[in-house]
């Protein structure tokens, strides 16, 4: 892993990672997966397959195990279900650090 430090040896900057995308309800994936967007029921196995992710995955999701997935694993499995990615999750995190020295005021609240 890449870490800068400054003279005090703290940790400033880290390479970015990806957002996580949250999932709030896991009761609703449940529901979903009952009726999809076709009006089909899906299992685990089955969603797991259409999204090409681990079936693994999917059941740590509705088992409430896991909570949290990657931008390409909440686009595969709202798509597989049949619904908009804002119905099941949410994104969470940060895409990149903040800046070391803070992040800069505004235009209208720097000194003048």
Request: with cysteine; glycine share 8%; proline share 9%.
């Amino acid at each position: 892993m890449f870490i800068e430090t400054n003279k005090l040896n703290l940790e400033v900057n880290m390479p970015p990672r990806d957002a996580l995308y949250l999932l709030p309800e896991r009761d609703l994936l449940i529901r979903l997966m009952q009726r999809t967007g076709t009006g089909q029921r899906v299992t685990v196995r089955e969603l797991a397959e259409r999204a090409e992710i681990a079936v693994g995955t999917v059941g740590n999701l509705v088992s409430g195990a896991q909570n949290c997935v990657t931008p390409a694993t909440a686009h595969a499995v709202s798509q597989a279900i049949g619904v908009d990615l804002p119905i099941l999750f949410i994104p969470v995190g940060r895409s990149a650090p903040a800046p070391a020295g803070g992040i800069a005021p505004l235009p209208e609240q720097a000194a003048v």
